[in-house]
């Protein structure tokens, strides 16, 4: 454990353009003694840095989970503490979380498998006056109060583009269905809410249903294979809430015996290598790069709050758009995930 000394100030006013400058707007608060807020834990030795994990769950997740790693490693003065969850389960989270608490980590990162709760936690961790960052996934009901920052590509902005470029696509309208993420986890209600926002307003989009399909191609597969059967095939639209379940869309496509991308089109979200792929050679219409590479981002909040600044509730990370297997094959060679 790093020094006694905790961050008392829990104020979320930091711009995050000084945040994007490296700069550490001390607002009160106080760090632990010998750390110069550099994370190279100062004489008292590394900072440790509590993850509460989602751990296996698709290329998204390990991309992401190994960016953290890779960023807060002892060279860097952390002393990272990685937790996976068992099975995506949140008991086995909140397990995690009571135990980094009790032994007094400097700071906890959080990526919740549910959104819901988490309130007793959090204000554990608030009374121990351990910093606990959102990553990725928020919580439900949403608390400022609760956490220093959430820090994730904005969901709502990602999957509104994605009903933009549905919107376009699809001039006089479509039947489309919807395959979801795990039931309770917050990113799919923003997903939802950033598409509704514009497919919402399109009558002649007809939403024949949605279902998740957990992140999974196999179970996204067996859904819109049962989908297809139940509207014979006039099926124009499939919007898939990750780049997993929307390959697995494809291949029901294929074997209904329609062409992707040409009878029914799919967009999914995340950007993964695989996805870019589809889209290149056109079995994918959309994908909307949900960024998970934000280690780098994530240091400087670290070091930030270590440092006694504060920084804003929410810093959005930064993701783009593909709508063609031209700007895909371009992109690929680039793609770190
Ligand atoms: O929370 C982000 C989502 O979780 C990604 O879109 C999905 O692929 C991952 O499993």
Redesign the pocket.
């Known amino acids: 454990m790093h020094s006694t000394t905790r961050i008392t100030k829990w104020s979320t006013a930091f711009a995050a353009g000084a945040l994007a400058l490296g700069l550490a707007a001390c607002s009160g608060g106080t760090t632990p003694a010998g750390d110069d807020g550099a994370g190279d834990g100062g004489a008292e030795g590394p900072i440790t840095i509590g993850f509460v994990a989602?751990g296996p769950?698709?290329?998204?997740?390990a991309a992401?989970e190994q960016n953290v790693q890779d960023t807060f490693t002892a060279e860097a003065g952390f002393d990272l503490k990685y937790a996976p969850a068992t099975n995506l389960d949140q008991k086995s989270q909140i397990d995690a979380f009571t135990s980094f608490v009790d032994e007094g980590v400097d700071v906890i990162l959080l990526?919740a498998t549910e959104g819901s709760g988490w309130e007793a936690s959090l204000k554990r961790a608030q009374e121990a006056e351990i910093p606990v960052i959102l990553v990725?996934?928020g919580i439900e009901p949403d608390d400022p109060s609760l956490y220093v920052t959430r820090l994730?590509p904005d969901?709502v902005e990602v999957a509104t583009a994605v009903g933009q470029w549905a919107s376009d696509t699809f001039p006089d309208g479509a039947k489309y269905f919807t395959l979801e993420?795990p039931t309770g986890?917050g990113?799919v209600n923003e997903r939802n809410e950033g598409f509704d926002s514009v497919i919402g307003k399109r009558s002649d989009f007809v939403k024949v249903g949605a279902q998740t399909a957990n992140?999974s191609t196999e179970e996204a597969k067996s859904v819109i294979e049962t989908v297809l059967k139940a509207n014979n095939n006039d099926i124009q639209y499939i919007f898939a809430?990750?780049?997993?379940m929307g390959l697995g869309a494809v291949q029901a496509i294929e074997e209904a015996g329609l062409v992707p991308g040409v009878d029914v089109k799919v967009s999914t979200?995340?950007g993964?290598k695989n996805a870019m792929q589809a889209l290149a050679d056109g079995k994918l219409s959309f994908v909307a790069e949900?960024n998970?590479l934000f280690g780098d981002t994530l240091l400087e909040v670290v070091n930030t709050v270590l440092a006694g600044g504060s920084v804003d509730s929410q810093i959005i990370v930064p993701s783009t758009t593909f709508d063609s297997p031209e700007a895909a094959k371009a992109a690929l060679p680039d793609r770190k995930y």
Do not use: L
């Open positions: 989602v769950e698709g290329a998204w997740r992401n990526s990725d996934r994730a969901n993420g986890v990113v992140w809430q990750n780049d997993e979200i995340d993964t949900y998970p």
